[in-house]
């Protein structure tokens, strides 16, 4: 059996940012949800520096705090997805690496505790 080989698509957005009247992140969410990925994390920057080498430490935080979303899966799963979420208002950077680590029957794992989440109410 070929391995199939995964990547990591990561989103730069602002967390206030809307497309409409719904925030970035919770569309690239719902449709992270609905595509079923091998895994999807959100998480706040602490800091970052951009093209004027200016530090942002600790004072990004508030209602529009810098954010990024990972998403792993196979390379053409997730080349699909960028081209649906690129036409959401506000989202900036994306980048698309190849990774290593992603055991064997994860996606598997990860498809159950979707199921288990949706009975719970929680999706």
Known sequence: MEEQVHCLL????DQATQDGD???SELVLMKAR???FVGVTISKVRADLGRDTKQ??????GPNEPT???VIDTEERLREFRASVVRL???GLMTL???DGVPSGHEQ???????RTSKLGLR
């Open 10 to 13: 990561r989103i730069f957005i």
């Open 22 to 24: 719904q925030r970035v």
């Open 34 to 36: 609905q595509a079923q």
């Open 56 to 61: 942002n430490t600790g004072t990004v935080e």
């Open 68 to 70: 990024f979303i990972e």
């Open 89 to 91: 208002n506000g989202v």
């Open 97 to 99: 690496e190849r990774i």
């Open 109 to 115: 794992m990860v498809a159950d505790a979707i199921k």
